[in-house]
């Protein structure tokens, strides 16, 4: 089965104090990558939301976004810095006594000095905002999986017209190298003619000879047998509910290798030119392999 790796969900879930914003991009990547970005307080849950995700995804580059927040009241604490609050209580009354000031100390002017009031670390229910967590990250990968399913069902309608186009190029191929022994045996004939203007006779059985070397050493059916061979297992990978990026990849090297060997053997100019129209979709298909989960 095909996926793509380019998607983009999001989900929001609240519950009670607790509300939950997930946002997942998913880009090309060789093996798996999460990168993770999280709410201050709550990175003890990072190992959980990866573990998560990679139980439904095998490959790309991920960047997920959770934010958290609560709005309970044990959520949000302080504390005084008692030893800064009196020295600078300190420090302002000499100030009063060297000036002969009356006013008392102002309470604003005391708390809002740096450092004096500070935020405190609060007990926060772990298990509790995990299972809202889980839930927001459990809909935004499943919105994510869907969308990877639907652009790779793309993929594979073009993947699948261009193996359709491969395998007619091949039967073309196959007619094309057939005879070569007739073929070579016309060419070194007209090519003796050409050189030697007729004056030497030429004797059949080494001209049949020759032009069976030449037949034998240009022989690509087997080329031809392997690659109809790699088609049909392109197919059956794309049909398989395993993800087929790499061996998908893995494939179209062999492909590729089969058809530059048929490329290098054959002397036909047809021949040739329904080579390099196969590497052209074998190259397309490249393409968009490179974004097959």
């Known amino acids: 089965m095909i996926f793509s790796m380019t998607a983009f969900s999001s989900a929001r879930q609240v519950s009670d104090s607790i509300s939950v914003y997930c946002e997942i991009r998913a880009c090309n990547s060789k093996a798996l990558d999460i ?23 095998s490959r790309g580059r991920l960047d997920v976004l959770i934010q958290i927040s609560d709005s309970s009241s044990s959520a949000v604490a302080f504390e005084v810095d008692g030893i800064r609050a009196q020295a600078y209580y300190n420090a302002l009354v000499e100030i009063s006594r060297r000036f002969s000031l009356k ?45 990877r399913k639907r652009e790779g069902d793309f993929i594979a309608r ?25 073929y070579y045996q016309t060419r070194l004939l007209n090519r003796i003619k050409q050189i030697t203007q007729g004056i030497i006779d030429i004797d059949p059985g080494r001209m049949a000879q020759e032009a ?65 129209e196969v590497k052209t979709e074998l190259e397309k298909i490249r393409e968009q392999a490179q974004n097959i989960e």
């Open 212 to 276: 069976a070397f030449l037949a034998d050493r240009s022989d690509i059916s087997e080329e031809i047998v392997r690659s109809r061979s790699h088609i049909l297992q392109f197919r059956k990978i794309m049909d398989s509910p395993e993800p087929a990026g790499r061996k998908l990849n893995f494939l179209l090297q062999e492909m590729s290798r089969e058809m530059n060997t048929m490329g290098a053997k054959t002397e036909n100019a047809a021949v040739s030119y329904q080579v390099v």
């Open 158 to 182: 073009d993947i699948r017209s261009r193996l359709d186009s491969i395998a007619e190029q091949l039967d073309g191929i196959e007619q094309q190298s057939r005879n070569l022994i007739a």
């Open 35 to 57: 990168s993770l970005r999280i709410t201050s307080g709550y990175l003890s849950l990072e190992e959980k939301i990866k573990t998560m995700i990679s139980e439904r995804i």
């Open 103 to 147: 006013d008392p100390v102002p309470l604003q002017l005391l708390a809002g000095y740096p450092g004096v009031i500070k935020s405190a670390e609060t007990e926060k229910d772990m298990d509790a905002v995990w299972l809202i967590v889980q839930q927001c990250l459990q809909a935004s990968v499943c919105d994510l999986v869907a969308m």
